[in-house]
C-alpha cells in the first residue's frame, strides 16, 4: 500500500534562509508524486507535482523537489524563505496515478523575521 | 469556471443527526475523492468514485455513505453523527493519470456535539 513520511510536525525558518521539508514515500508502482500547500482556513493548492517525467521539478512560488527512487524520497525545497511562505505543506503520493492519494501528516512551516 | 464547490462551509450537528455534505465540480473530471483532516493525522480518504455509478472505500469509510449518479456530484452522506466525525471535510476530483492533480474544494467545518 502506498505511504509517505514527513518528519517534523512544526518547522521554523528564518527569513531569507533555505527551507527544506523531507518526503519518504513508500509504493509498489511507479508512484506520482505531489506537494501541496495549505494557508490557515483554506482548501489544498498544488505546489507541484511528479509523474514520471523529468526528477527535477519546478513548481510555483519558487519551490522545488527531487524525485529519488534509489532514496524513495521527493523532498521540498525554496532557497530563500518569505514571510508568506508560513503555511502547512503536505506531501502526497499515489500509484501509478490512481485515484487514491496518500497524505504525510505535513509540516507547519513558520518563518521567523 | 467555478472548479470544486462544497457546501455548506460551517454545519454544527447534534449526536445522532445526519447529513449530506455537497460536491459539485464542473471540469468534467472523472475522479472525486472525500478526505477528512484532522489535527496531526494530514488527509486521511474516506471515499472514492473513478466515475458516474462507481465508488469504492477509502481508508476511514465508516459512518459515512457515498453515491455517484451524475460525473458532476459526489454527495458524502453522515448517517448518524458522532463526535469521532468532527473534522474538516474536503472534497477533491481530478482527471485519469492525475496528470494536473488534484483540484481540492474549500471545505466543510463540521462540528458534532
Known amino acids: 500500500a502506498q505511504s509517505v513520511t514527513q518528519l517534523g510536525s512544526h518547522v521554523s525558518v528564518s527569513e531569507g534562509a533555505l527551507v527544506l521539508l523531507r518526503c519518504n514515500y513508500s509504493?509498489?508502482?511507479?508512484?506520482?508524486l505531489f506537494w501541496y500547500v495549505q494557508y490557515p482556513n483554506q482548501g489544498l493548492q498544488l505546489l507541484l507535482k511528479?509523474?514520471?517525467?523529468?526528477?527535477l521539478v519546478k513548481g510555483i512560488n519558487g519551490f522545488e523537489a527531487e524525485f529519488k527512487k534509489s532514496e524513495t524520497s521527493f523532498h521540498l525545497t525554496k532557497p530563500s524563505a518569505h514571510m508568506s511562505d508560513a503555511a502547512e505543506y503536505f506531501c502526497?503520493?499515489?500509484?501509478?496515478?490512481?485515484?487514491?492519494?496518500?497524505f504525510g501528516k505535513g509540516n507547519q512551516v513558520v518563518v521567523i523575521p | 469556471n467555478a472548479g470544486v464547490t462544497q457546501t455548506p462551509k460551517f454545519q454544527v450537528l447534534k449526536t445522532g443527526q445526519s447529513m449530506t455534505l455537497q460536491c459539485a465540480q464542473d471540469?468534467?473530471?472523472?475522479?472525486m475523492s472525500w478526505y477528512r483532516q484532522d489535527p496531526g493525522m494530514g488527509l486521511r480518504l474516506i471515499h472514492y468514485?473513478?466515475?458516474?455509478?462507481?465508488?469504492d472505500q477509502g481508508e476511514v469509510p465508516n459512518g459515512y455513505n457515498v453515491s455517484r449518479s451524475t460525473t458532476e456530484d459526489f454527495p458524502l452522506r453522515l448517517l448518524s453523527a458522532a463526535p469521532s466525525q468532527t473534522s474538516v471535510y474536503f472534497c477533491?476530483?481530478?482527471?485519469?493519470?492525475?496528470?494536473?492533480?488534484?483540484?481540492f474544494g474549500s471545505g466543510t467545518r463540521l462540528t458534532v456535539v
Open positions: 477533491a476530483s481530478s482527471s485519469p493519470g492525475q496528470v494536473y492533480g488534484y483540484t
Open positions: 509504493s509498489s508502482v511507479p508512484p506520482y
Open positions: 511528479y509523474t514520471s517525467a523529468a526528477t
Open positions: 502526497a503520493v499515489s500509484e501509478g496515478g490512481n485515484n487514491r492519494l496518500a
Open positions: 471540469m468534467n473530471h472523472e475522479y
Open positions: 468514485s473513478v466515475g458516474a455509478g462507481i465508488t
